[in-house]
């Protein structure tokens, strides 16, 4: 038999009015005694109904969240992530693959629309901003390791810009002067901050670095490969390489074993992320680490916060975290 809202009032020792109102996230009620209501909630496996909810037009405590592929682990981690806050905070997650394709996109915030989720996460690019501009305007909306500085929303990133020096720079330090990059695409911001900062102190540095060294891809391995091979089957050939992130790492690592490119005595590889991608590489990946668990956490409060004001017209805030260089054995002095 299903558990009740009378079972769980009975067991926290409170009314059914307090209950309603930790569902309901109303009422001056303790954060000590919410959180109790909540865990009895979870041990009795009480839901309350999310339809009658929405229909009444209380919260359902759903949050949405849109990534391009949730295959990638940096999107599986940010996903792990925001459910894990949101679980803390009694919300359940609705996670939408888009493939970064604006159709899907406006597809899934129909969908969510529709489910009437109390807040939406966008982990994925788009044109369509006439689309999220119009949803800023209905519920809380936040962008995650990605900017969208034309609609009106949170943001959580990471600063790729100095992501991209601290690549260079490590790469400098071990004296290399022949470079290479594969990155997303460029219509990405965090792609374009990522490579301006990894030429920039190339720059700083004196190094002349030749736009032919660097190959767009599409957000996948095979395309790693495919690009990194035509890398290493120029003339002149790189003895380092900056992957903008840790998929096109392992494809970068697929192409050197293919030509007989020994990592890291030959070719020494930096990559963007550090997922669990980079742990498991042979050798394992030297990474520029992003904060995924504190981008996700931070993420969730942010819409949680401006659903407890109730104000859609609240400041939104910009946060920058900062990288972090995780040296492991892709890379070596020249």
């Known amino acids: 038999m299903k558990a009740t809202i009378y079972d769980v009032a009975k067991e926290a020792g409170v009314s059914i009015a307090t209950v309603s109102k930790v569902i309901n996230g109303k009422g001056k009620i303790s954060e000590k005694r919410r959180k109790e209501v909540l865990k009895i909630m979870e041990r009795l496996q009480y839901q309350p109904s999310m339809i009658a ?38 919300y359940s997650l609705i996670i939408c693959s888009t493939d970064n394709k604006d159709e899907r996109i406006e597809k899934y915030i129909a969908l969510l629309k529709q489910k009437k989720v109390d807040g939406i996460i966008i982990g994925t690019g788009s044109d369509q901003l006439d689309v999220l501009n119009s949803l800023s305007g209905t519920m809380p909306i936040a962008a995650i390791g990605r900017e969208v500085p034309d609609v009106d929303m949170h943001t959580v990133v990471v600063d790729d810009y100095e992501g991209g020096r601290m690549a260079a720079r490590h790469l400098l330090e071990l004296g290399h002067t022949q470079f290479a990059v594969l990155s997303e695409s ?3 911001i965090s792609s374009r901050e990522r490579l301006r900062g990894f030429s920039q102190m190339l720059m700083e540095a004196g190094i002349e670095w030749s ?20 890398l290493f089957r120029q003339d002149s050939v790189p003895t380092a390489l900056f992957c903008c992130n840790d998929m096109l790492a392992v494809g970068a690592y697929q192409a050197a074993k293919q030509e007989g490119i020994r990592i890291p005595s030959d070719l020494s590889v930096v990559s963007f992320d550090n997922t669990i991608l980079a742990t498991v590489t042979d050798p394992p990946l030297t990474s520029i680490a992003q904060p995924m668990e ?18 859609v017209a609240v400041m939104k805030q910009r946060v920058v975290l900062r990288p972090e260089l995780v040296e492991r054995h892709s890379t070596a002095p020249l």
């Open 211 to 230: 736009e032919s060294m660097l190959k767009i891809c599409d957000y996948r391995v095979e395309d790693g490969k495919r690009q990194a091979l035509e």
């Open 186 to 188: 460029l219509k990405l």
């Open 53 to 90: 909810s929405a229909l009444t037009g209380k919260k359902t405590y759903s949050i949405g969240l849109l990534v391009p592929d949730i295959s990638n682990p940096f999107f599986s981690e940010i996903a792990r992530s925001v459910e894990d806050q949101g679980h803390q905070l009694g």
């Open 294 to 311: 504190h981008m996700g956490k931070l993420c969730v409060d942010l819409l949680v916060d401006q659903l407890k004001i109730g104000n």
